[in-house]
Structure formats: C-alpha cells, structure tokens
C-alpha cells in the first residue's frame, strides 16, 4: 500500500494555489455569465469537478467566453487529461473574441507534451495578435532554444525592444545576449531600475558577474555563475544555451554536462539528462550533486537499482552530510517508492544527529505505511502528534491520516475515522485523508459514505494514482 508522497503533496498544493490564482488574474467577460461565475466559486472552494462542470456551461451558453475555456483547460491539465485540454483550447481558438490567450495556452501545453515546434507554431500566433504579449515572448524564445533554432532565436531576442519588456524579460535577454556587450548591459540596466526589488537584485548581481565574463580569459566559472541564477528563476530552456557554450569552452568540465542534464531532467527529457549527467559523472565522479539528479533520471526511468546505488553515498559521509541535501535524497528515495533504502539511511542518520526539519519526520512516517508497517506508522505519528507545533496543515493532514489508516488496519476502526476527520478538518484539500474515510466507511457498510468520500478524494487529486484505486472501489 502506499500514500501520495511529499512531492505530490506539494504539486497538488501548487496546481491548487495556480488554479484560485488564476481567477484573481482578471477576467475579459466573467461577471456577466453566471456559469463562470458559478464555476470561478466552486474553483475557490476546490470543488474542480463541479467547476469543471460549470466551465463547460458557460461555454455552451457564450462560445465567445475566453475565460471559461481557459479555467477549464487548467483544471483537465492538472488532472493530466491533456487531449481533452487540448480539444477545448482549439475549440476555443475559433470562437473566443480575445484569442491571444488562448494561443499562449495552447503553445504551454505543447510545450508541457514536448512537442516544441508546435508550441512554437502557436506562440507565433499568439504574437500575431499581440507583439506585446510577455508569455508569448518567452515561450516563442523557449520553444526556439528547444528546436535548436539558435540563429532565429537571438534575432529574436535581439529584435526585442528591452523598453517594451517586463523586467523579468529584460533579464532573461541580458543572459541570452551575453556575448553582446551593449545590448546584455543596457537590458540589465533596464531591469536593475525596475520595480521588482529582487530582479532588480539580481540585475545586480548578473551585471557584476558580465564585468569579469568581459574581462577574464577564463570565463567558465563566470558561466557556471550565471547558469546558476538562471536556473533559479527556473529558466530551464535560457539555461541550455549557457550550458552549451560552457562545453564548448571546455569539454572536459562537468559542470557544463550538469547544467544541460538539470534542464533536461526538469523538462521531463531523461534520455538526454541522462546522458548528460553520466557525463558530468565520468569527467568527475566525487560531486554529490550530480549524484543525486543521476539517481533522478534512473529512478524517472524505472531504473531503481542503479538509482539506489548512486545514492549509497549518503551513508559514508552521513555524519557531515548537509540536513537539507539528505533531506532532497530521501524525498528523492520516497517519491520512488524505495521505502525501505529511506529507513535505512533516516535510521542511521537519526542514530547520530539530531533531525531539525519537519520535512525529514514526515518522510519517515510515509516509510512506516509504504512498508506496511502499521504498528510503526501508528506510534510514529502519535510521537509527531506531541509535537504538533512544528508541522504546518499540510504536514498534520498527513500524520493523522497515516495514524487513522493504520488505526484501521489494526483493529481500531473508530479511532481511526476520528482521526481521518481531524485529517481532513485540518487540510480540506487532502486527497489521502478522504480516500482513507472512504475505505473505513466501505468498511463499516456505509455505501452513501463511502462513495461521497471516495468521489471527493478523486476532485481533489492530481496524481491519478488515488483516483485510479477510488475508482476501482466505486466500481465493485
């Protein structure tokens, strides 16, 4: 048995905000249909099923209303009903009088699928509608990276008027037009003025690393820097041209090979990471770093062995190991259902040091239970329980739904729906909590229960893999 992972709890907890987000953005037509209106409510209450439903409503009642068919495109995309997504979006494409964002979405989501060109194709359409459109911008760039269109990408980037840029724009046409003097400063200057203290920082700190890039011979560590910054504002796609100049200064320097392999890993590429960062790890085989992205890919392709191994180092320098590295390794192990290799390296960790962050207690919990180990799960989530200050909602959602589910399985039925309805009292977004509720009251001959718990725990997940067992359970 298992229990969605830390890392599905935080993607759902994402798309979740992103979705209610989405509706404080501004709508073209929304006040006036009371379908959207219905479903922008139902949305803010997590209620995506019926959002949903009233997003198509408003669409059948108005053809013409953008924002109903892109507040249900983010819904059926986070539920991972890409085709469906896109259906509607082209449906969109022919009807919704503002159509410029409906292109934005579409080219995103061909983006997210990896088919690049045709991202490409309609981010181009997009700007045929608004020049101006930032998204657009950025995807049409990112798009022209990922096709190897690097000649139409910087007549792109340079043809871009930095005035007319948003200053996160600004910034990533500095980074791409690096080798342009004039042109990379002047776009850094417009973004360190800007509004946005942190870019502004930032612009800062970028155009004091292009003042050694323009003047030392050695310019990879420089590179190194700047591939640094971009990938944490999560400009995977503006990295790779970083990456790719750092490899072709020298060959020999792993740090250009972890770079690209980074990208790839985030953009869902694991062949090329792959290969990527197994070079990075022939050219030096000490980095912990590449170590543990390495371990990423094995285990993203289904190569659990070699992925368990490459993280056997944690155990030798555990002793000195940072507490935020060893916990990125075990949510790593955890989220590949390695349960046991988690325990074993959190039991030899806590024999020697002290654990400071939350996060590593309720990986250890989400071991007990994917072991089955109920008797542990249960005294484990009772110790946390004494502790209850440190955890945030989210946290406390998963330590008492792993001490209800495990009360069921061992005997203790009552308790364990007590503390199943402290889970979901607690985080109301928590698909785990009333999946669990679900199956007790299945359990107890309660039908109506059962199935209204069940089919809420299907609204609220977005990583099918409860939604796959609840509808088994409906289906009997």
């Known amino acids: 048995m298992t229990i969605t992972d830390e890392k599905s709890k935080l993607k759902r907890i994402f798309i979740a905000a992103f979705l209610i987000a989405a509706i404080l953005s501004g709508c ?69 009088l503002l159509k410029t964002s ?12 990896k088919d690049y060109p045709a991202a490409l194709n309609y981010y181009n359409q997009a700007l045929e509608k608004d020049n101006t459109y930032q998204q657009a911008v950025l995807g049409k760039i990112n798009s022209l990276i990922l096709t190897n269109n690097d000649k139409d990408m910087n007549s792109f980037v340079e043809n871009l008027d930095p005035a007319k840029l948003s200053q996160e724009m600004q910034l990533i046409r500095a980074v791409i037009l690096i080798d342009d003097q004039n042109e990379s400063l002047n776009s850094l200057k417009l973004a360190e003025s800007g509004s946005d203290s942190n870019l502004a920082k930032q612009s800062a700190k970028i155009q004091e690393l292009l003042t050694t890039y323009y003047t030392q011979e050695d310019k990879l560590f420089t590179l190194a820097q700047i591939a640094y910054e971009a990938l944490t504002k999560k400009w995977d796609a503006v990295t790779l041209p970083i990456s790719n100049k750092m490899i072709d200064i020298n060959e020999y320097y792993e740090g250009g090979y972890i770079y690209k392999g980074t990208v790839y890993l985030h953009l869902g590429e694991y062949d090329i990471a792959e290969t990527n960062l197994e070079k990075a790890q022939a050219l030096n085989g000490n980095l912990s770093d ?72 309720i990986l250890q919990l989400q071991s007990f239970w994917g072991l089955d180990q109920f008797s542990e799960t249960k005294a484990y989530a009772e110790m946390l329980l004494t502790i209850k200050e440190n955890f945030n909602n989210q946290e406390l959602a998963i330590i008492y739904s792993n001490l209800g589910i495990s009360q069921f399985y061992l005997g203790e039925k009552a308790a364990g729906l007590d503390s199943l309805d402290l889970a979901n009292a607690t985080d109301p977004t928590y698909a785990p909590g009333f999946y669990f509720a679900g199956i007790i009251y299945l359990d107890q001959g309660d039908q109506e229960s059962g199935k209204k718990f069940l089919e809420r725990a299907i609204d609220l997940d977005f990583t099918n893999e409860i939604t796959f067992k609840a509808e088994q359970l409906l289906a009997k």
């Open 102 to 113: 409906i292109f934005v979405q579409l080219g995103d989501l061909s983006f997210s699928l």
């Open 290 to 361: 590449t170590k543990i992205l390495l371990a990423q890919v094995k285990f993203a392709k289904n190569k659990v062995a070699d992925g368990n191994k490459l993280l056997q180092f944690a155990k030798e320098p555990i002793a000195t190991i940072e507490e935020e590295k060893f916990y990125n390794i075990i949510k790593l192990l955890v989220s590949a259902k390695q349960y046991q290799t988690a325990t074993d390296f959190l039991g030899t960790y806590t024999a020697i040091r002290p654990v400071t962050l939350p996060g590593l207690q």
């Open 28 to 96: 073209t037509k929304s006040n006036e249909n009371p379908y959207l209106t219905k479903g922008n409510n139902y949305l803010a209450s997590n209620s995506y099923s019926l959002a949903l439903e009233q997003y198509k409503l408003a669409i059948n009642d108005d053809p013409e209303l953008t924002d109903a068919y892109l507040q249900a495109c983010k819904i059926l995309i986070a539920k991972g009903k890409y085709q469906e997504a896109q259906d509607l979006l082209k449906q969109g494409s022919e009807y919704a």
